[in-house]
């Protein structure tokens, strides 16, 4: 099969003809590629401008586009890995068209990689989980430790029991379950990591069509894995109407629904603290300003994450609206009014009918009713 050339960033690559009839997620070719992917990509560059870093790892390279672009455009040593021969081939002759950038390529379960050596950002990109790469990754990740996960229906619990197994918690498939994804994702990262007495913050994470996204630091010492888990909890939501509220605590109590007395369902562990730095954030928003991409759509979705509550579990109030037989306001007044009303209220870069709000139900439902 031939490859064609082509430009994501400032970098120039060799893809294999990819079969345009396939459906998503394409996989007919030998070797993956999926533009769709592009600004999660790009959300790691940008990142990377800002971080101190001198070696980058990207585990799971398919075509090494990742990895070639934070060399090429980062000038970042990278070492590019894929345990797939054909991947590995397309990765040594992309890696050739750029003789000044310093990029080692390898052809090893990246597992194998990482046990014996350590880079200042570890890069997970698996198909589907990143379930199996995680505990290994956290300890080759020196500084940094960036995942993607792509099985979206176990991480939201469409798929419960896979991921019950996957992650070691209990997702539902709530109105908010891409925020649940998201941060059932991100505790068990934590998880997995505070038992080699490390911790992680959260610097750049979102969740987008069919995959997550996590930038994280990762700290040393006991006491900052402690920390980290004081950010591990639960979302009690009841199942009979819209009542939901947040725990943090290692073990989940037994709570029954304020509103209408059912015995509410318990979602996690999962990580209920933020999700985002504001500093790394306002410096993204920067960076893409200077570039002319004030209005792209990864500059939208970080001002959109600024402006986000950091707490979870995110209200759509059409959802609320249906529930209360209402119809409802626009958004911005909707927020306006909560906010008049004295509690916080923003927007949420998961949905947008989504709502995050630390008003009482009855708060939300006069704002959703109030017009203007
Ligand atoms: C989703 S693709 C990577 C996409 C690529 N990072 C990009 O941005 O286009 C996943 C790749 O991981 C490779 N892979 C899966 N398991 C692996 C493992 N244990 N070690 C190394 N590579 C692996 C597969 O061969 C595949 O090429
Ligand atoms: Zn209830």
Redesign the pocket.
């Known amino acids: 099969m031939s490859d064609r050339e082509v430009l994501e960033g400032s970098t120039r690559f060799f893809i294999p003809e990819q079969d345009e009839n396939s459906s998503f997620p394409p996989g007919s070719a030998a070797?993956?590629?999926?533009d769709r992917?592009r600004l999660n990509?790009d959300s790691t560059n940008y990142l990377l401008r800002q971080l101190d870093v001198s070696s980058y790892f990207?585990?799971?390279?398919?075509?090494g586009?990742?990895g070639l672009r934070v060399a090429h455009e980062c000038g970042i040593p990278v070492t590019i890995?894929?345990?797939?021969p054909e991947?590995a081939a397309l990765i040594r002759k992309n890696a050739a068209m750029y003789p000044e950038n310093e990029i080692t390529v390898t052809e090893?379960?990246?597992?194998a990689v990482m046990l014996r050596q350590r880079f200042d950002v570890v890069d997970l990109?698996?198909?589907g989980t990143p379930a199996p790469?995680v505990d290994i990754a956290a300890t080759s990740a020196r500084h940094y430790l960036f995942v993607t996960a792509t099985d979206t229906a176990p991480l939201c619990g469409a798929h419960l029991k896979a991921g019950i197994r996957r992650y070691g918690a209990r997702p539902m498939n709530t109105e908010y379950h891409s925020e649940v994804g998201l941060r059932l994702l991100l505790g068990f990262v934590v998880r997995e990591t505070v038992k080699y007495d490390r911790g992680i913050e959260p610097l750049f994470c979102f969740a987008r069509e069919h995959f997550v996204r996590l930038h994280l630091r990762m700290t040393n010492g006991a006491g900052k894995g402690d920390m980290a888990l004081k950010n591990i909890g639960y979302i009690h939501q009841c199942p009979a109407c819209p009542w939901r509220m947040t725990e943090t605590a290692f073990l989940p109590s037994v709570q029954e629904c304020p509103e209408c007395g059912a015995k509410m369902s318990r979602i996690g562990p999962l990580w209920v603290g933020p999700i985002n730095n504001h500093e790394v954030l306002t410096q993204l928003a920067a960076d893409l300003d200077a570039d002319g991409m004030g209005e792209s759509v990864l500059a939208r979705l970080v001002t959109i994450l600024d402006g986000e509550l950091p707490t979870p579990a995110f209200y759509n109030y059409h959802r609320l609206a249906k529930h209360w037989r209402i119809s409802p306001s626009p958004a911005d007044d909707v927020i306006a009014t909560i906010r008049d009303a004295g509690y916080q209220a923003s927007r949420t870069h998961y949905d947008g009918r989504g709502i995050k709000t630390d008003a009482p139900l009855h708060v939300l439902r006069d704002a959703i009713t109030t017009r203007g």
Do not use: I, L, T
Request: hydrophobic content about 45%.
């Open positions: 070797v993956f590629f999926n992917m990509r990207d585990a799971m390279a398919a075509s586009v990742r890995n894929d345990y797939s991947a090893e379960d990246c597992r990109d698996p198909f790469f």
